[in-house]
């Protein structure tokens, strides 16, 4: 039986919000399996390197705003070389298999050295690891100022990239983030010079979507993601916010600031998005396939 891994759950409606699809959070193990042929349990386990500092003020972030800033008092910087020692040391003193190398933030893509140095190191040691890179597709000219770095990086075997685009729209964006309208156009257009680099890339959505026109809104972001790749929607997780205790506190604060999370049933989205929307758009053959298997190149 063919299995509808870009589906939802049965009775998805009355389930908890963490439990609403099939398969949650299919990346990065099933891409890291799928390009370097294995089984998705021996990448399953994530070494993370959370970068501190970001360039949006998201009001659903899970990272505390007093700790998600350039403050050496609450972090410290490390070489490439200590944070691949301290995944190696990590990877032996696990009990399950760790292949994989997360950069997350914050926004790692704010310094994308960090991206050029882990891998080198990476690929000086021989270490045979999936490197995934988390961004915010807010910083194009940071990417550009290392592109003769990045150009080689970027499509190799063991790299894939996701972007998070903050809303469907420009006004969510703005309500999302605390950024100025107008940069929202800057994310398709960093969306597009990585997949222009021949990128293993990947889209997160929180399913976040202020009321009214829902459908139609999410409708004209599938036509921009199309725009920049047919088959881009197809590679879009969407997120379910929960309410980590660090998330909580962006709630609380945000709304203060007049930027409440929406209000609307995060399962609706879902529920527009896996079974209203991408049917009206891709073949059953598409919708049966993991994420990492629908090809963009």
Known sequence: MVVKFLGLSNNFQSRPIEEVKKLEFQNPAYSAAFRFGGDPRNYSKVFTIQVSG??????????????????????????AKEIIGYFLSAKEKSKEPMNVIRISGGNPTIIPEVIVDVYN????????????????????????????????????????VVGCFKGICKEDFSMLTGAESKYYQRQFETAKWFLEHRTDFYVYLPALVYKGNIEEKLTMFIERLRGL????????????????????????????????????????VF???????????????????????ISLY
């Open 54 to 79: 970001c360039d949006f003020d998201c009001n659903y972030c899970y990272v505390p705003k007093q700790i998600n800033v350039a403050n050496p008092e609450l972090g410290k910087y490390f070489s």
């Open 121 to 160: 190191e990476i690929k000086n040691q021989g270490l045979d690891v999936y490197l995934w890179i988390d961004s915010n597709l807010s910083t194009q000219k940071y990417l550009e100022n290392l592109e003769g770095n990045l150009k080689n990086i970027l499509n190799q075997k063991n790299v894939g």
């Open 229 to 268: 790749n047919k088959n881009l929607p197809l590679r879009v997780e969407v997120l379910e916010i929960i309410d980590y205790p660090g998330a909580k506190l962006n709630f609380e604060r945000a709304e203060k600031l007049g930027r409440p999370i929406p209000k609307t049933d995060q399962r609706m």
């Open 271 to 293: 529920d527009i998005w896996y079974n209203k929307l991408l049917p009206k758009f891709y073949s059953q053959e598409y919708l049966n396939k993991y994420c990492c298997e």
